[in-house]
């Protein structure tokens, strides 16, 4: 019914149309630039730009070399950034991103002109492939419209967990009467009586157990029954401290405000930080004691008296069925109890003559032996030599050698991620094994015990992808059994065995110049346990390095860095502490109680205060003259992957020295409150240039869909998490933009700006409204937030809440505070609290349990940032607080409050004295009087 030619001509309009827009949408999403601006990225922008790139591909009549040509020459103007993960100006300075409007409109144009590129060359994939090509690429860029980021944490989840833990009851004895807490300066004085070389790094934060022999050696009156409560109340940390401050409990104190407060000052330490029980996960400490084992069972790592009290906690956490779990509230695990059992036979225990061995045994052999436990535990087991190295899957080091900008690189995985399966590439790469292995005894009674057919016969290939099922909470994926299955022939190839021992020497030389920067970055305390002790293994092994035994040493000291003593044994914590981050929430509740520069807190206030200031990683003296300061050069951090770390605040210490968004802003927050609004401490404030330096780390780490990530940006792509060969954790393959991690960093950047309007004013406004947005499309239809670092939905709830408003929303008339404030006024028990369990955070769906402090806490700062009207159930809530309150000012401790990975809970033990001081403060201080107000 048309004429030919009209037909002909529209046709060709519709192709170069759908090839342009398709162009647009691809460059579009796979850019993840942060300094493309959010208008750019917008769907209408894309069909418009995309209409546009059509119309020039229609012109240009199918010649594509113009089009690459311009997008070559624009990004020819930019530089690959690692500590981005993406193209860059060549302008900027490394990790900055777009800091001004010619980078942005560089970044744009870049995007788009590749986009017109992409757009010329499906063009001509059109005309050879027809209708079929054109639907297709329609059907993919649609998709890619309108899939959720990767940022959305999604849930529920279909497999649910269905076990739950049990214990047999009773009291359990706990560890010794000698143990002593020290921290700061005092603990490295300790450390270093007996060191051969010296701590390198700020001592502020720091803190260990050291034992005293005058003290004794009985175990103090049994306390822990974990059938009641499987978490330690920290009583042996809080003893002392009590004791040291000299001061009786003020019971006689009648505001439950002010007692807590002066409960709370008892258990600083002398210089500001407050201590806590940072434990859990079963899994840490096991590999502590393989390579204690390992290496010739030294006592600078394990002493007799540790070992005793590391054995005690594996013991008081065994459940009734024999096992352990990979944390303190899991049901078993073949995770949490082939690692526990296997330290155990290390430390000295047998089945032959101990009962709870008999038991664990009796649990693993039940499961199929250790053939069924996860990665990380086979990992384990094969550098001890109970497990052949083909049991295990292919860790190569090769990919270190890959170029950074390939989308395979390494260094787009998550850090935590990337710096665990460091050494553990250098260790497979190497095939490391205790050398005697073969003559051990206790060796050769584990290759019996751990499975039910003879060892060496053992098909250890066919065995690599076994798993237990309760511990497969993340099954691998399809693509990523096939990519092991490549690289199984790869190792197998004899044609390519020349190319692999050379690709695979300089891998491991890598691997181990690595694992040496990140030991001295660090001050080798490294980012976390697990790699602490792997790394330690590679210090001991490398044989280019003519102070490995130095290195060594240093590891050494920091061992009990990582070491918590409680009334149920000494366990590994998840990290050195959580030092900064409980004293930077607690000095933001002092300050909103208005109680700060009382004569009897402010004392408190002030060294809190110092404490911080002398925590902002690399900006004291001190810090600055650690070998970690001459890594932060942009060269040193493009070499070894890592983000700018000057400024920033870290989750534990300054010594630790990875900073982390919401750890930052937390700091931040906290210091210009203190400034603001304490007298004590308004006199010496810290100087503008460092809080400057705080802003820029928080800018810098925005990401492209407007949230923040944890320590960098989002350097993969969602696809990654396809790749995920852990089986026991989720969503750990990139950094993801966290409701937390947005909130902390809007709140800094909009108190900051309060104060220094003049300072990166352009920058500030565009990130508060693009974290605006973020959190908006990550809320859920019910008005709720998953969260990830905590469980689960109050606490997330108040920080959605909060960041809403800290971002620009009017908590009178935002639709997103209101179902949010609706949310959290759904779950409110008739008690007056709120209570969530752990399974919240690994079903992914609202678990209500018994009213918890800590959550009831979360849900009431939330509704009182968002100017819930609902008074009469904020009063409620605050009266159930006000009941909890022990005649100490003390809480009672719950149930655990933290999570990470999905799938392992931690406890913090200073949450229940931190949140429910400010929530009583904020509805005293702040919410009731805007109530009455308005």
């Known amino acids: 019914l048309v004429p030919r030619g009209v037909a002909a001509a529209t046709h060709d309009d519709m192709e170069a149309t759908l090839a342009g827009v398709c162009g647009i949408t691809l460059s579009t999403w796979s850019s993840k630039s942060r300094s493309v601006p959010g208008w750019a990225t917008s769907k209408s922008c894309v069909v418009l730009v995309g209409a546009g790139c059509g119309r020039l591909v229609a012109v240009l009549d199918g010649r594509v070399v113009p089009l690459v040509g311009g997008a070559l020459a624009l990004s020819g103007l930019g530089r690959w950034d690692n500590a981005r993960a993406e193209l860059a100006p060549r302008w900027e300075g490394h990790g900055d991103g777009a800091t001004r409007r010619l980078s942005e409109a560089w970044a744009v144009a870049t995007v788009w002109s590749t986009g017109a590129a992409w757009a010329g060359f499906l063009s001509l994939v059109f005309e050879r492939g027809g209708v079929v090509s054109m639907v297709a690429a329609a059907v993919g860029a649609l998709a890619l419209a309108t899939s959720s980021g990767v940022s959305k944490p999604g849930g529920p989840r ?91 409990a003020p019971t006689a104190e009648e505001d439950p405000l002010r ?34 084992y390992v290496t010739g069972k030294r006592d600078d790592l394990l002493c007799p008296r540790r070992r005793e009290a590391m054995t005690t906690y594996y013991l008081n956490h065994q459940q009734e069925d024999g096992g352990w779990g990979t944390h303190i509230e899991s049901p078993s695990t073949m995770f949490g109890s082939t690692l526990t059992y296997v330290a155990l036979r290390l430390l000295g225990l047998s089945p032959e003559t101990d009962d709870a061995m008999r038991a664990a045994l009796a649990f693993i052999r039940a499961q199929g032996g250790a053939l069924y436990t996860s990665s990380w535990a086979k990992f384990g087991l094969c550098v001890l030599g109970v497990m052949d190295w083909d049991g295990h899957e292919s860790v190569p080091p090769e990919m270190w050698l890959l170029p950074s900008w390939c989308p395979f690189h390494p260094c787009r995985m998550w850090c935590h991620a990337r710096m665990v399966y460091l050494p553990m590439s250098y260790l497979w790469g190497r095939r490391w094994v205790y050398p005697a292995a073969d003559s051990d005894r206790t060796i050769a009674a584990l290759r019996r015990e751990l499975y039910l057919d003879d060892y060496d016969a053992v098909p250890w290939t066919q065995t690599r992808s076994l798993v237990a099922d309760f511990d497969n909470y993340s099954p691998v994926h399809p693509l990523m059994r096939l990519a092991q299955r490549v ?14 021992r050379a690709a695979r020497r300089r891998g491991v030389a890598f691997a181990a110049r690595y694992v040496h920067a990140e030991d001295q970055q660090t001050n080798y305390v490294d980012i976390g346990p697990v790699n602490k002790v792997w790394n330690m293994l590679v210090a001991f092994d490398d044989p280019t390095r003519p102070d490995a035994a130095v290195a060594f040493a240093k590891h050494a000291l920091r061992v009990p860095d990582y070491l918590w003593v409680a009334e149920d044994g000494m366990k590994m914590q998840g990290y050195n502490g959580s030092q900064c981050w409980d004293t930077s929430f607690f000095t933001q509740a002092l300050v909103e109680s208005r109680l700060g520069d009382d004569p009897d807190l402010r004392d408190c206030a002030r060294r809190a205060f110092r404490f911080l200031e002398r925590t902002q990683i690399l900006s004291t003296e001190t810090s600055k003259a650690s070998p970690a300061y001459a890594f932060e050069t942009a060269a040193s951090r493009e070499r070894w992957f890592r983000h700018v770390s000057k400024g920033g605040w870290p989750f534990s210490t300054s010594a630790h020295g990875w900073p982390i968004s919401d750890c930052t802003a937390e700091g931040l927050k906290s210091v210009l409150a203190m400034q603001q609004g304490l007298a004590c401490v308004r006199a010496e404030p810290l100087p503008a240039p460092r809080l400057a330096d705080a802003v820029n780390v928080i800018l810098t780490l925005q990401n492209a869909d407007g949230g923040w990530a944890t320590y960098e940006n989002t350097r993969g792509f969602g696809w990654f998490e396809w790749l995920n060969p852990s089986e026991v954790f989720g969503d750990i393959m990139i950094d993801y933009s966290y409701v937390e991690c947005s909130m902390a960093s809007a709140g800094a950047l909009k108190r900051f700006h309060e104060l220094y309007p003049d300072h990166r004013a352009p920058e500030i406004r565009r990130a508060l409204a693009r974290g605006n947005a973020f959190l908006k499309s990550i809320q859920r239809p019910d008005g709720s937030w998953y969260g990830s670092w905590g469980c689960c939905f109050t606490y997330a709830g108040w920080f959605g ?17 209101a179902r949010a404030c609706a949310f959290l006024l759904s779950k409110q028990q008739a008690d007056g609290g709120w209570g969530e369990t752990f399974e919240s955070c690994f079903d992914k769906t609202y678990s209500p349990g018994p009213s918890h402090i800590v959550n009831t806490a979360w849900a009431l700062l939330g509704l009182m940032a968002g100017r819930s009207p609902e008074l009469a159930a904020v009063e409620r809530g605050v009266d159930f607080l006000v009941r909890m309150q022990l005649p100490s000012g003390d809480w ?43």
Request: glycine share 10%.
């Open 801 to 817: 809440i909060e960041g809403l408003v800290d971002t620009g929303d009017d908590p009178s008339t935002s639709p997103g505070v």
């Open 892 to 934: 009672p401790q719950q149930n655990m409050s933290g999570v990470f990975n999905r799938a392992c809970g931690i406890t913090y033990t200073s949450y229940r004295n931190v949140f429910p001081l400010w929530a009583l403060a904020r509805f005293r201080n702040i919410y009731k009087p805007a109530l009455a107000a308005a």
């Open 487 to 500: 690289l199984l022939a790869y190792e197998r190839s004899s044609l390519l065995a020349p190319l692999r």
């Open 259 to 292: 007692r807590g407060l002066l409960f709370y000052r008892m258990l600083q330490t002398d210089e500001g930080h407050f201590a806590g029980d940072y434990g859990g996960p079963h899994f840490l400490s096991p590999g502590l004691v393989i390579v204690w």
């Open 158 to 248: 279909r497999r649910r967990i269905d076990r739950r833990p049990r214990w047999k009851a009773g009291a359990r004895r706990g560890p010794a009467a000698g143990w002593r807490f020290a921290s700061g300066s005092a603990s490295h004085e300790i450390t270093g009586r007996e060191a051969s070389v010296a701590l390198t790094g700020e001592p502020a934060g720091r803190q260990i157990w050291h034992f005293d022999e005058s003290r004794g050696g009985e175990a103090p009156p049994a306390t822990f029954d974990p059938s009641l409560n499987p978490n330690s109340s920290d009583l042996v940390l809080r003893q002392q401290r009590v004791e040291a401050y000299g001061a009786a």
